[in-house]
């Protein structure tokens, strides 16, 4: 994934960056931004290119390491909630008065959420996930589009 900030620190080898959160990754935090929410927030990235303060510049993240946050985040609850409904009506002839599909089936959507916060929680605490990648002239309009 690829984003365009402004250096706003430099510290040794690493830079914060200031750049505009994509409305698609809403409160994500898979790239190294700290701050949740849309809107321009700061994220610190390797600084290969020896950027200084108050350059534009292009960061890049792990692509792969996004697509894994996506899957976390979006498609393992509806698994787990799949799962639970599955086992439930396989046992519920055991227990003729409670609907265990049902009961089963939000058990483990429940446990998949504890499991996304545990692995969102683990994933913030990544040390570098974006890399400082090129220097953009002070003639630069904007992207042409989000390569997101």
């Known amino acids: 994934m690829e984003q365009i900030g402004l250096v706003v620190e430099v510290k040794d080898d690493m830079a914060i960056v200031a750049v505009?959160?994509?409305?698609v990754c809403a409160k994500c935090g898979a790239c190294g931004v700290a701050v949740s929410g849309r809107g321009e927030t700061q994220l610190k990235a390797l600084n290969k290119v020896n950027a200084t303060v108050g350059q534009t510049v292009k960061v890049t993240s792990d692509t792969a390491y996004v697509l894994k946050a996506s899957f976390v985040v979006y498609l393992l609850p509806i698994l787990a909630l799949l799962l639970g409904i599955y086992v439930g009506q396989q046992v519920e002839g055991n227990f003729a008065a409670l609907r265990?599909?049902?009961?089963l089936?939000?058990?483990?959507?429940?446990?998949s959420y504890l499991l996304v916060r545990s692995y969102d929680r683990k994933a913030a605490k990544?040390?570098?996930?974006?890399?400082?990648?090129?220097?953009?002239?002070?003639?630069?309009?904007?992207?042409?589009?989000?390569?997101c």
């Open 105 to 111: 089936g939000f058990a483990f959507l429940l446990a």
């Open 100 to 103: 265990m599909d049902i009961i």
């Open 20 to 23: 505009q959160r994509h409305d």
């Open 126 to 147: 990544q040390k570098v996930l974006a890399t400082v990648v090129e220097i953009i002239p002070e003639s630069y309009s904007g992207p042409e589009d989000e390569k």
